[in-house]
């Protein structure tokens, strides 16, 4: 048995690595054909993960949207929707967000030893606040999802989560998705942060699938993990 869930990263991004500019406005890198793709793998997952700026910028719903694949979910004895999941070290959530209100499934909120007690105060009316520890550790978030029944963990951003996973070698399978066009902004949000990944030059991943998705490309990697 695993010690911990199979991690499966989602990333859509520019060519130059963006995974949006810098306008109020969401920048869509996606298409329909791949959206609906997308809503496949989360309907096939146990729990989505994202972290607490992406929450805060893009007020994600993280729902399964095919009426077809929650009823399958449902007839299988799951949640229509996933466990939602998502990390904050600043505690800066709006339990109104639609992360919170919307979806009939858990949410699980991991947090620092030092910030848990007062988010708990603030909203574990709505959501599990979860003690990950100081600093938070990634290794103490899976756990606790493999003892709740996580078996597949889907991890959907922002650039902060890819890199906290990415460096401590903890994903099993990176599915990237680039649109055709530039951002071109040095300001823009990026798809990782500067760090030491395992996955350099000297431990190259394993591209195991190239998809053509109408004018976007799915590459599927199997990074090497320390498991």
Same mark, same amino acid.
Request: hydrophobic residues 40%.
């Given at each position: 048995?695993?010690?911990?869930?199979?991690?499966?990263?989602?990333?859509?991004?520019?060519?130059?690595?963006?995974?949006?500019?810098?306008?109020?406005?969401?920048?869509?890198?996606?298409?329909?054909?791949?959206?609906? =793709? $997308?809503? #496949? %793998?989360? /309907?096939? !997952? @146990? +729990?989505?993960?994202?972290?607490?700026?992406? *929450?805060?910028?893009? &007020?994600?719903?993280?729902?399964?949207?095919?009426?077809?694949?929650?009823?399958?979910?449902?007839?299988?004895?799951?949640?229509?929707?996933?466990?939602?999941?998502?990390?904050?070290?600043?505690?800066?959530?709006?339990?109104?967000?639609?992360?919170?209100?919307?979806?009939?499934?858990?949410?699980?909120?991991?947090?620092?030893?030092?910030?848990?007690?007062?988010?708990?105060? =603030? $909203?574990? #009316? %709505?959501? /599990?606040? !979860? @003690? +990950?520890?100081?600093?938070?550790?990634?290794? *103490?978030?899976?756990? &606790?999802?493999?003892?709740?029944?996580?078996?597949?963990?889907?991890?959907?951003?922002?650039?902060?989560?890819?890199?906290?996973?990415?460096?401590?070698?903890?994903?099993?399978?990176?599915?990237?998705?680039?649109?055709?066009?530039?951002?071109?902004?040095?300001?823009?949000?990026?798809?990782?942060?500067?760090?030491?990944?395992?996955?350099?030059?000297?431990?190259?991943?394993?591209?195991?699938?190239?998809?053509?998705?109408?004018?976007?490309?799915?590459?599927?990697?199997?990074?090497?993990?320390?498991?």
């Amino acid at each position: 048995m695993r010690s911990r869930p199979y991690v499966l990263m989602s990333v859509a991004s520019s060519l130059d690595g963006c995974l949006d500019d810098t306008s109020t406005t969401r920048l869509l890198l996606s298409n329909e054909e791949d959206f609906d =793709r $997308i809503d #496949d %793998v989360r /309907s096939g !997952v @146990d +729990a989505i993960l994202v972290g607490a700026n992406t *929450i805060r910028s893009d &007020d994600p719903r993280l729902l399964v949207c095919s009426a077809e694949r929650r009823e399958r979910r449902l007839r299988a004895g799951l949640s229509p929707t996933p466990i939602k999941v998502t990390v904050t070290e600043s505690g800066k959530l709006d339990p109104g967000a639609r992360f919170f209100t919307t979806g009939e499934c858990e949410k699980v909120v991991y947090t620092t030893s030092g910030a848990s007690d007062c988010l708990r105060e =603030r $909203i574990g #009316d %709505v959501c /599990s606040v !979860v @003690d +990950a520890g100081d600093p938070l550790d990634v290794r *103490i978030l899976l756990a &606790d999802l493999a003892e709740r029944g996580v078996g597949r963990l889907m991890v959907e951003g922002g650039g902060i989560v890819h890199t906290m996973f990415l460096s401590a070698g903890l994903v099993d399978e990176l599915q990237l998705v680039y649109a055709p066009f530039f951002v071109g902004q040095a300001d823009a949000p990026r798809m990782v942060h500067p760090a030491v990944f395992p996955q350099g030059p000297q431990q190259r991943m394993t591209l195991a699938e190239t998809r053509q998705i109408g004018d976007v490309v799915l590459l599927r990697y199997l990074p090497r993990q320390d498991a």
